[in-house]
Every structure is written in structure tokens, then in C-alpha cells.
């Protein structure tokens, strides 16, 4: 059986690479994804589905900053402003987002930005989250 691997520092560089690669080969690729996924949904119906009131607020926090022109570091005082005890993982906070995100609309809503050191979306989906969520408080 045929195996391919890839090797990458981040998942994100990984997901990359691996959709270029399944782009390279088209044939029956569209065929296959149209008919087992559901289309996608509208970032503000996925936004409805987000039910953890850390993860909202992690969206809010993330889009106020990119809205602002920067990225959102993860520490200790945004743990606390969602609810965590210092120290705690934020991976779940963030997963719940992006999870549902590639589950329901077939992409990511929150990315690392390594050169800003901090989370950051689109400036459209963060005006749409801020629309939906509300800003932080």
C-alpha cells in the first residue's frame, strides 16, 4: 500500500502541506469531498453552535485585537478572563472554535501568527464575531 508522509514544526504547516498535496492530485478528489460533506455553514451559524463561555470569550478577545491590527498572546490574565486557573492548558479553549469551525464551515477561524507571537483571524470574520458575541469585557 502507498504511504506519504509529512514533517512539519507546526500543525498548521502540516495541514498546509498536505492540501497542496491532495491539489496535486484533483482527479475524483471533488467528487469524493461533494459527496460526504454537508456544504458549508455561515461563520454566525457556527459562532451559534460555540456554546463555551471561554471559548466566546477567547473569540471575542482574539477579534478585538485583530480588528485592532494585532494578535492575541495567550497568559495567565486572559486565562483568568475566561475562567481558567493559571497555568491550565488554553489548547481546549482554542479547539473548541477551530474544531467546530473546519467540522461545520470547512476552515479554520483562528490562526497562530508566529512573527506577532499570538492568535489572530481574518478581519471580516473577526467584524462578523464582534457582530455575533459582542465585544470582550
Not at 454566525?44 to 460555540?50: A, Q, S
Not at 478577545?61 to 478572563?81: N, P, S
Not at 481558567?84 to 467546530?100: C, D, I, K, S
Amino acid at each position: 500500500m502507498p504511504r506519504v508522509e509529512f514533517e512539519s514544526d507546526t500543525i498548521e504547516e502540516l495541514v498546509r502541506m498536505a492540501q497542496r498535496w491532495v491539489a496535486g492530485y484533483p482527479e475524483g478528489a471533488a467528487d469524493r469531498a461533494a459527496s460526504q460533506e454537508p456544504p458549508p455553514e455561515t461563520l454566525e451559524d457556527v459562532l451559534r453552535r460555540i456554546k463555551s463561555a471561554a471559548s466566546q470569550h477567547f473569540l471575542r478577545a482574539v477579534a478585538e485585537r485583530t480588528l485592532a491590527g494585532d494578535a492575541l498572546a495567550i497568559d495567565d490574565a486572559l486565562r483568568a478572563r475566561c475562567g481558567l486557573p493559571p497555568g491550565v492548558e488554553f489548547v481546549g479553549v482554542l479547539g473548541v472554535a477551530n474544531r467546530t469551525m473546519r467540522l461545520r464551515a470547512h476552515r479554520d477561524l483562528v490562526v497562530w501568527d508566529s512573527v506577532a507571537g499570538g492568535y489572530r483571524m481574518s478581519d471580516d470574520d473577526a467584524r462578523i464575531v464582534v457582530d455575533c458575541l459582542g465585544s470582550p469585557e
